[in-house]
T-cell receptor
Framework: DVKVTQSSRYLVKRTGEKVFLECVQDMDHENMFWYRQDPGLGLRLIYFSYDVKMKEKGDIPEGYSVSREKKERFSLILESASTNQTSMYLC????????????FGPGTRLTVL | QKEVEQNSGPLSVPEGAIASLNCTYSDRGSQSFFWYRQYSGKSPELIMSIYSNGDKEDGRFTAQLNKASQYVSLLIRDSQPSDSATYLCAPRGATNKLIFGTGTLLAVQP
C-alpha cells in the first residue's frame, strides 16, 4: 500500500513565524504535490515537484516555498506565516506502478494566530 | 466557466437508493479521470479511476465517462449512511496535474 505521511495533524503558529510542513512517501514516487483546502474553494495546488530538486509553481504559490532534497520527502515552507494561511494542507504523491493514481497524506490543519 | 463543475449539493438520498453524482470538465485534453471521497476533517481517498468512454464498475460504485460530452459521473448503488461524504471529481489535465472540482456533498438518510 502507498503510504503518504505528514509531520503534524494539527499545528498552531503565530503571525510572522516560519513554518515547515513535511511530507514523506514510501513508494519511490517521482511526483509530489502540496495543496491547501478551504471551504467553498476546494483543493488548490500550491507547488509540485517532478523530481529531486525540481519544483514548479501551482495556482497559488504566493507566500510559500518548497524543498525537495530527497525523493521521498517534499517540504512546504511558509516564510512568514499570516492569518490568511490558516487552512488544511494536503500532500499527495503519484508515480509509476500505481496507474497514475494520486494518493493523499492525512493532512495538516494549520492555524495562524 | 470553471475547469471542473460539480453540483455542491447536498444531495440527499434514502438508504438503499442509488446516488448519482455528476461532473463536467472543460479540458478536452483530459484522458484520466478520478473520483475521490472525502469525509469531514479527513483527506481525500481515491475510490474510482476511469480512462475510457463507457462504464467501469467496482462493487457498489460505477463510474461513467463520455469524453465527447466532457462528462463523468459516479453512481453509488445501495447507498449506505457510511457513504455520506463529499465526492470530488478530478480530471487529469493536459499539464498532467489533477484539476479538482469543489465536490458534491452526499447525505444518505437512514
Amino acid at each position: 500500500d502507498v503510504k503518504v505521511t505528514q509531520s503534524s495533524r494539527y499545528l498552531v503558529k503565530r503571525t510572522g513565524e516560519k513554518v515547515f510542513l513535511e511530507c514523506v512517501q514510501d513508494m519511490d514516487h517521482e511526483n509530489m504535490f502540496w495543496y491547501r483546502q478551504d471551504p467553498g474553494l476546494g483543493l488548490r495546488l500550491i507547488y509540485f515537484s517532478y523530481d529531486v530538486k525540481m519544483k514548479e509553481k501551482g495556482d497559488i504559490p504566493e507566500g510559500y516555498s518548497v524543498s525537495r532534497e530527497k525523493k521521498e520527502r517534499f517540504s512546504l515552507i511558509l516564510e512568514s506565516a499570516s492569518t490568511n494561511q490558516t487552512s488544511m494542507y494536503l500532500c499527495a504523491s503519484v508515480g509509476p506502478g500505481t496507474s497514475d493514481e494520486q494518493f493523499f497524506g492525512p493532512g495538516t490543519r494549520l492555524t495562524v494566530l | 466557466q470553471k475547469e471542473v463543475e460539480q453540483n455542491s449539493g447536498p444531495l440527499s438520498v434514502p438508504e438503499g437508493a442509488i446516488a448519482s453524482l455528476n461532473c463536467t470538465y472543460s479540458d478536452r485534453g483530459s484522458q484520466s479521470f478520478f473520483w475521490y471521497r472525502q469525509y469531514s476533517g479527513k483527506s481525500p481517498e481515491l475510490i474510482m479511476s476511469i480512462y475510457s468512454n463507457g462504464d467501469k464498475e467496482d462493487g457498489r460504485f460505477t463510474a461513467q465517462l463520455n469524453k465527447a460530452s466532457q462528462y463523468v459521473s459516479l453512481l453509488i448503488r445501495d447507498s449506505q449512511p457510511s457513504d455520506s461524504a463529499t465526492y470530488l471529481c478530478a480530471p487529469r489535465g493536459a499539464t498532467n496535474k489533477l484539476i479538482f472540482g469543489t465536490g458534491t456533498l452526499l447525505a444518505v438518510q437512514p
